[in-house]
């Protein structure tokens, strides 16, 4: 059963394309997808490029071309509630797209054909990536040593994340977004630019879809700065130690 490996971004994706057994690289759609075999699964990572379009056609091709039946988006997001770090780690439960607004034909957030603002991650998936981002976090080994964490010890948090095609980097539009959402009953986690896409075409596919994301930066004003250091020095060691652990569960 294949397990396709999402990234945005070269950093996001580590050293794990070096790692992969009987690589073979194949060319779609504008990108590499590589093939092969890594704590015995049989895997395609590949990089989607940054935003939800991007993010959908390279979902839909890992579906439809490459056999995929599994998914999970490993990469960075802005943190937006309260006490989600630089350096923390989150694992959805659930997405929305934060810049979906199809109102007063449909309620804010819905996605039309589908019947809430919410999509959930897939539960059993979900599970293997807390429990793999749990034993990083609790052997700080690697990427998850104390050298990594901005501000102490690295946490975990479970819940909502919002998707949209925008860096968020003003202190302003994290606190509207937050506020936005909260109003309607939505604890949203963090901000990023991919998964709710990558969630709705996994749902549209009938495969299960989860998702984790390490904060580097607050999606504040100090935000282009600390994504940028944080992705150059933090996301490649952090992606190898938990997509390594998450595929020996
Ligand atoms: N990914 C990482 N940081 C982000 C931010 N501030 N806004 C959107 N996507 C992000």
Known sequence: MTIAILSALPE????????????????????????GRLHGHDLVLVLSGIGKVAAASTAAS?????????????????????????????VARHYLQHDMDASPIFPRWQVPGH????????????????????????????????ESAATGAARLHHGLVA??????????ESCA?????????HDVLAVEM??????????????????????????????PGDFAHFVRHVA???ADALVHQFLRL
């Open 236 to 238: 490649g060691p952090r």
């Open 163 to 172: 998707s949209g095609d925008r860096f968020v980097s003003t202190a302003a």
């Open 194 to 223: 991919e998964g709710a896409a990558v969630a709705q075409v996994c749902r549209e596919h009938g495969l299960p879809f989860a998702a984790v994301r390490t904060i580097s930066d607050r999606a504040d004003d100090g935000a």
């Open 62 to 90: 890992l579906a439809e071309r490459f056999g995929a039946r599994r998914m999970v988006f490993t990469g960075v997001a802005g943190g937006l509630g309260e006490g989600v770090r630089v350096g923390d780690v989150v």
């Open 177 to 185: 977004l937050r506020g936005t959402l909260r109003a309607a009953g």
């Open 115 to 146: 019947d809430a603002a919410c999509m959930a991650c897939d539960a059993a998936l979900t599970a293997t990536l807390l429990e793999a981002v749990g034993l990083c976090i609790e052997r700080a080994e690697g990427g998850f040593g104390p």
């Open 12 to 35: 996001e994706q580590g050293s794990l394309v070096s790692a992969l057994e009987c690589a073979e690289r194949v060319r779609h759609a504008g990108r590499d997808f590589w093939r």
